[in-house]
Structure formats: structure tokens, C-alpha cells
């Protein structure tokens, strides 16, 4: 059985998805505090459709040392694919004391009663937001690592602890450094559903004319002077997790960036998203944000070398699907606000 912590989230669930139909039993363990219960059910009712996988569910934080071990005591657990975290990069500069509760604490808990409970194979989710301002590009795994916002900050503090948790406990184990995670399975199980939106293409799907779109800083140093990402597709990247996972066992334990090794910027993305949808969408040039920098693409060489991993999936697809999601957000939205009562 594979443990999820955070399977109720964007990255979290997709992963779920994946391990399920790669034929996994999967435990989630979720708080709800970003992920949606609606997901969970979403899941269980995709499992069973695939003939019985087990999705069980676990409604409690990675900070609650109790439940954990209720829950490693309960279930046979093979392996942990850690996602469970805040990741507002804003929130974590003007609440790190959250962050490093939920993120560092959580995981410490998380890692010890693992090692108590004798689990030694961890995937871990962690960010390319841990090298900070690139120093090159693209960016390989051996960048310097110097967070420039809490969020990246205690990613990177998980890291040490779980690399130094591997050299004294014998923790076998993976972590993967996302770079821009956009679109949603085909059939819509899940998506981006956050309650603060903050990224580039569910916002730009999101917007109307009453809700303008608006884009951060066209004064930076690139050809169309928008910020350039690398943008991979969450159905990929989540595959990357199972592989890992089936390699843990006769691996080395390995640090591997998951990105497309490509860059798009912010201008193409909109283009790209006004094309999926056939329409104008209202934009407006804002101030940049702060602490964006004007490049971030990743070297995937290594992805490629350890696992047999690279991104597949067509930017066009991914926005094809994200846009399709977000007609289902909208829909299951209602659905939850006036569960109603058929007369
Ligand atoms: N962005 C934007 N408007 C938005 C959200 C994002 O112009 O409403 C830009 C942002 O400044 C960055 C890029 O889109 O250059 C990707 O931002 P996102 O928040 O999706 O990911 P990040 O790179 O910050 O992890």
C-alpha cells in the first residue's frame, strides 16, 4: 500500500490517479485545508471503476503525531509520496511561522514515524523555488540552492533532513524538483482548485470582463519582456512519481528535476490559452510581481538518465485540459453550494 500525504491537492491527487492505475492500493492522508473531499470521492469512484483498487481515506495533518502512527499501525505501508504542504510562495514571506509549522514540523513527524514504524522509501515533492534566483540556465540539479522566500526555504530544509534522515536511518529515497505544474487529467478527476488562485494559467482561465486578467511586468529581459517558465504537464509529471517508486528499491537515492526543458513566457501561455478557448480574454499590464525572476527553465538530462522519464504531453493539451477542468470546477462548485434537495 502507498501512502499519499496530500492526495486531496492538485499535484497530490493526479499522483493518486497514476498509482491507481498502475494497479497501487493507495492510503491519502489529507487535512483538507487546501485539498477537497470531492477529489477523494472523485478518486474512490475512478478506482472502482478500474476494478477495485483500494483508495482509503485519512482526514488528518501530517502535524499529528497520533494519527500517524494509528495510521502506519492500520495500514501496511510500502512507501510515502509525500505531498502534503503550503506552497504560497506571498503567504509563507508574511506567515513563515505556517510554513515552517506545516511544512518542516509536519514532515519531521511525518519521517519519524516512519522510521519508527519501519517505512524506509520516501518520494518527495519538492520545488525548483529551492535554487532561487538561477545563476544559469537551464538549470541542472547541482544549482546553488538559495531560496529567496520561505516556501523555497523550507522545501530545501526537507531535503537536508531527508538526506541526512537516508544516511543514518537507511531512508531510500527520491526528490523531485517541479518546475511550472499546469493542466488536469483527461477525464477531469481533478485540477487546479485553489481557493487563493495564483498561477498563470488558471487565472488567465478564470478571467472575464468583470475580472480582468492581469499580467505581472513586460519590462523584463526576455524576447517578449514576460517571464519565461518551463511548463509541465501534471498527468507526466505524476507519472514520474510511480516510476520512482518502482525504482526506489534498487536505486540510489536520487535528487532529479521535473520540467520540460523548454521555456514559454507569459505572453505565449495567453496566446496559447485565447487560442484553446477560441476567444479574447481581457488583459491588463501590472506591475511585476515580487521576486519573480525573468527565467526559469529546467536541465532534464538527469530525469531522463536515472528514471527513462521525460515530459510528453504538448503545451496545447495541457491547456486543452486545464480549460476543460475549469468548466468542471465551475460545475462542481454549484454542486457543493446548493447540495439542494430534489422535491
Ligand atoms: N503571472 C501573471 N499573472 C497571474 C499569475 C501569474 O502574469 O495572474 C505570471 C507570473 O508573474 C510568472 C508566471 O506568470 O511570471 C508564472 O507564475 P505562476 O504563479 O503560475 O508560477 P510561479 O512561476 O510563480 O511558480
Known amino acids: 500500500m502507498i501512502l499519499i500525504t496530500g492526495g486531496a491537492g492538485y499535484i497530490g491527487s493526479h499522483s493518486a490517479i497514476d498509482f491507481i492505475k498502475s494497479g497501487y492500493d493507495v ?24 476494478k477495485g483498487n483500494l483508495v482509503d481515506f485519512i482526514n488528518a495533518d501530517i502535524r499529528d503525531i497520533y494519527a500517524l502512527n ?3 499501525n492500520t495500514y501496511k505501508i510500502d512507501a510515502v509520496v509525500h505531498f502534503a504542504a503550503n506552497s504560497l510562495v506571498n503567504e509563507s514571506v508574511t506567515n513563515p511561522a505556517k510554513y515552517y509549522d506545516n ?28 535554487y532561487g534566483e538561477p545563476e544559469y540556465i537551464p538549470i541542472d540539479e547541482e544549482h546553488p540552492q538559495r531560496p529567496v522566500n520561505p516556501y523555497g526555504s523550507t522545501k530545501l530544509a526537507i531535503e537536508l533532513a531527508i538526506k541526512d534522515y537516508a544516511k543514518a536511518y537507511g531512508l531510500k529515497y527520491t526528490i523531485f524538483r517541479y518546475f511550472n505544474v499546469i493542466g488536469a487529467d483527461e477525464n477531469c478527476i481533478s485540477g487546479e482548485w485553489h481557493d487563493i488562485e495564483t ?8 478571467a472575464d470582463k468583470n475580472k480582468v486578467f492581469s499580467l505581472f511586468g513586460d519590462d523584463y529581459d526576455t524576447k517578449d519582456g514576460t517571464c519565461i517558465r518551463d511548463y509541465i504537464d501534471v498527468v507526466d509529471l505524476a507519472q514520474a512519481h510511480t516510476m520512482a ?13 521535473l520540467g520540460t526543458g523548454d521555456g514559454q513566457s507569459v505572453k505565449e501561455i495567453f496566446a496559447a490559452v485565447e487560442k484553446a478557448l477560441k476567444t479574447k480574454v481581457p488583459l491588463k499590464v501590472c506591475p511585476r510581481r515580487e521576486g519573480d525572476p525573468a527565467r526559469l527553465i529546467a536541465n532534464t538530462e538527469y530525469a531522463k538518465e536515472t528514471l527513462g522519464w ?27 453550494k446548493n447540495p439542494g434537495v430534489k422535491l
Open 27 to 50: 492510503v491519502i492522508l489529507d487535512n483538507l485545508s487546501t485539498g477537497h473531499q470531492k477529489i477523494i470521492e472523485k478518486l474512490q469512484n475512478f478506482a472502482q471503476d478500474k
Open 199 to 206: 498561477h498563470l494559467v488558471p487565472n488567465i482561465l478564470k
Open 70 to 72: 494509528v495510521l502506519f
Open 245 to 257: 517508486y518502482e525504482h526506489l528499491e534498487d536505486s540510489e537515492n536520487v535528487i532529479v528535476n
Open 103 to 130: 511544512n518542516v514540523l509536519g514532515t519531521l513527524n511525518l519521517l519519524n514515524a516512519m522510521m519508527k514504524n519501519d517505512v524506509k522509501k520516501i518520494v518527495f515533492s519538492s520545488t525548483c523555488a529551492t
Open 310 to 336: 521525460s515530459a510528453k504531453t504538448p503545451l496545447e493539451i495541457s491547456i486543452k485540459n486545464a480549460a476543460k477542468w475549469e468548466k468542471t470546477l465551475q460545475n462542481l462548485n454549484t454542486e457543493i
